[in-house]
């Protein structure tokens, strides 16, 4: 809030990470907590959006991972969008295998279980829950594979391997539509994400076949259904140099970076130490660690600035999974919104019955 002393603006808005350990790490909350200055600490709807940003940093080529900041929120907030993103992104993943032939030495069970966290690249806005309602093309992609290893017939050279098909991959899951899916999904068409990740070893006269049946979920109830192999956060670091730090000083200072945060100028034929990469900071602390450099180098990170890391599983495009995830953030914004309205409006017809009812 404006009109709070610089200390204690620095200390509402920044974590310090001392030698010792960090501080001021809470968020103040109270809206009167400082009114014996005069100041309001009070939600003003009009500044939180005016302060509110997310930029997007980096993304990769093949769209599976994104980093941005968003910027002028607090933690809660934060935390809701990364839990969102990790849990409650519907997906599509292998629910239902129908082992019809399985002469390997894996389990029945342990096969599926292979399976079912293989991600599959599909399109969970085309589909429906499925829920208790009976497997259609509405709420169901259905995937067969089937394979057999024999042994290498062809010894010619002594690269040859002995046996083929030995290794079942996910390249072998084959798309079988049901009903209008071909026509409906040609443009895109359900598949698994890798081609190489291996699910079973066979050898010479062992063969798996099955069916498998993918449906829509989150991953709040099983992790296969979760979009995302990491979604994470961290505050963007400050570094204050309290004073110029020159000479061999700056050399020492740049050497005890394990990060290479800092960088030597030229400054009127003076060699001073500059924070050039703060964003690489991880707050190992080694530049604070001891108290002699603690009082010349002040470390922090801003609270309302997170950096998120988010790496999509390749079911999805990150990019698409944040958008989904903060659609789904708002809804619950919503809902609660619509709720607290509920609950008013039923205490005030409660308290007019009962004044109806004394008089």
């Not at 509920?342 to 008089?359: F, N, S, V, Y």
Request: net charge negative; hydrophobic share 40%.
């Amino acid at each position: 809030p404006a009109g709070l002393p610089p200390e204690l603006a620095d200390q509402h808005s920044h974590v310090f990470c001392g030698h010792l350990a960090p501080t001021y790490t809470s968020t103040v909350e109270y809206a009167g907590v400082y009114a014996s200055l005069g100041v309001d600490n009070g939600l003003d709807l009009d500044l939180f959006k005016r302060g509110l940003a997310i930029t997007i940093q980096h993304r990769s080529e093949d769209r599976t991972e994104l980093v941005f900041d968003m910027v002028g929120v607090d933690a809660p907030i934060a935390n809701a969008l990364r839990r969102i993103l990790i849990a409650e992104v519907p997906t599509m993943a292998i629910e239902k295998v129908w082992v019809l032939n399985n002469t390997s030495i894996i389990q029945d069970e342990v096969l599926a279980h292979r399976l079912g966290l293989v991600p599959i690249r599909a399109n969970p806005k085309l589909f429906e829950q499925k829920g208790d309602n009976e497997s259609n093309a509405t709420n169901t992609i259905c995937f067969r594979l089937r394979t057999e290893c024999k042994r290498n017939a062809d010894k010619a050279s002594a690269d040859t391997t002995p046996y083929e098909g030995d290794k079942v991959l996910s390249s072998q899951l084959r798309w079988v539509p049901q009903g209008d899916q071909a026509q409906d999904l040609e443009g895109d068409p359900p598949r698994p994400v890798h081609d190489d990740i291996l699910i079973a070893k066979l050898r010479p006269g062992q063969a798996i076949e099955v069916e498998c049946w993918c449906e829509k979920g989150i991953g709040r109830t099983h992790a296969k259904w979760s979009p995302v192999a990491t979604a994470s956060y961290r505050l963007l670091p400050r570094i204050n140099l309290k004073e110029p730090v020159t000479g061999e000083d700056a050399h020492a200072l740049k050497k005890m970076c394990p990060m290479d945060v800092f960088d030597i100028e030229d400054l009127e034929g003076v060699q001073t130490a500059k924070a050039a990469r703060p964003r690489n900071c991880t707050v190992c602390r080694e530049c604070v660690r001891e108290p002699e450099w603690a009082e010349r180098v002040e470390l922090t990170r801003v609270k309302d600035h997170f950096i998120f890391s988010v790496e999509s599983t390749g079911a999805m495009d990150a990019e698409r999974l944040v958008k989904d995830a903060l659609g789904i953030l708002k809804q619950k914004a919503l809902d609660t919104a619509q709720l607290l309205k509920d609950t008013l409006a039923q205490r005030a017809d409660a308290a007019a019955m009962e004044h109806d009812d004394a008089l």
